[in-house]
């Protein structure tokens, strides 16, 4: 963030030639600049750059307030915030104005006011784009008072009069004036809330029970909804699904490659290096086993499609495997805590309050669940297995298993331990190759992890066999 400009007067601010722009003029000119240079116009908004990011931007040049549609968790709301690096980065507002008005161009009795008494020494100060966005949860207790505004008792009590537009306690929308506001989940507000969203989206003002206010508000105004929802047999007005400019259907990463993207980009985020304990290392392979778990369990029949798997289903179980990886170097000593395949059935529990099944019901409901998973999450592994691994010659591995040799493996077993019984693993070079390992600190770790990776492999391949019990994993045998 840069600094702000100095804050000056409404005379200052006219010598430089600045005009009152509309945020959806501003939004369009940042953007155009942005698509002749070549950059990124909604930065990090992974697997929608053919698809949606065309159809919001050809919204926004064409001034529409728009709707986006799509099932839980394919990244409406980190769409809609995305939009805020469209706006400037600083805008001039009269200094103490509650609407966020501009020196050039006041709105409310109170900006008028300010400018026929100060005239050109009205003092202005600078507002950050971040301050002009807007957000709204909708609710079924949101009230026209939230999103539009009210009488504010106090300032009747101060002495002013119930017709004086100053008693009003403005909402979050006149709140967001020159800025961008947000309504999730749209279809949830009353009808009778939705009917108060009418006037904002076509005359551009609103009303505020019996007084005679028009306020002429300069704003974008972005929805988003579930497409069940959104039809007028659903829970939405037919009026206000007019006036809304352009729709816009989101989707779940089409391609794996989009899907290991989204994962590696949002999983983690909150983890912090420190100085005691570095940030897990989640080795590629899991990665894509993971993506290719949320995509089967997406597609599987046994899920309910109208509920969809949101990209969080698989960002939760990376998360929840590097703490297992974590947990791990804390018991055992490890110097980098590496998630390995013996990880991954810690990611079951969090997995399934993410997944609503199609055909639950009966006492062994939850116990079925896990069931469906766990084979989905065993056929990801066989996949990636066959991906990464086709062509590599692992008889090296198989060998240490013919004479009835085990290997000891499982969550509480440190990767130099697993390594150990091995001792040299013959083919170990091209093995690490294959699967994008390079030569690091972490070498044994991530060896560690590619020989269990591949353990798991021809386990799940027929080609060794293999015991669980509890945390505790034996190959072979």
Partial sequence: MTDA?????AAALRATGTRALGVKEEIRANLLRRIAAGLPSLPGIVGFDDTVIPEVERALLAGHDFVLLGERGQGKTRLIRTLVGLLDEWTPVLTGSELNEHPLAPISAWGLRQIAE??????????????????????????????????DPIKVAQGRTLGDPETIHFGLIPRTNRGIFSINELPDLAERIQVALLNVLEERDIQVRGYRLRLPLDLLLVASANPEDYTNRGRIITPLKDRFGSEVRTHYPLELDDEIDLVTQEAMLSWADDLDLARPLIPDHIVEIVARYARLV????????????SARFAIAAVETMAASAVRRAAMTGEDRAVARVCDLPSALPAARG???FADASGEDEGERELEILAHLLRRATAETFRNRLAGVDLSGLQDHFAEGQTVDSGELVAGTALLAQFGAVPGLAELLTALGVTESGDLPDQAAAAVEFALEGLYLTRRLGKDVD????LYGG
Avoid: M, N
């Avoid at 400009?5 to 007067?9: E, I, M, R």
């Fill in 118 to 151: 100060l005239g050109d020494a009205a003092p202005v100060t600078w507002l950050h784009r971040d301050a002009r966005y807007g957000e709204k949860l909708a609710t079924p207790d949101t009230s026209v008072g939230d999103l539009i505004g009210d009488v």
């Fill in 470 to 473: 509890g945390p505790r994993t």
């Fill in 354 to 356: 993410k997944v609503e």
């Fill in 5 to 9: 400009p100095a804050d000056t007067t």
């Fill in 298 to 309: 997406r597609e599987s029949q046994h899920v309910d499609r109208r509920s969809g798997v």
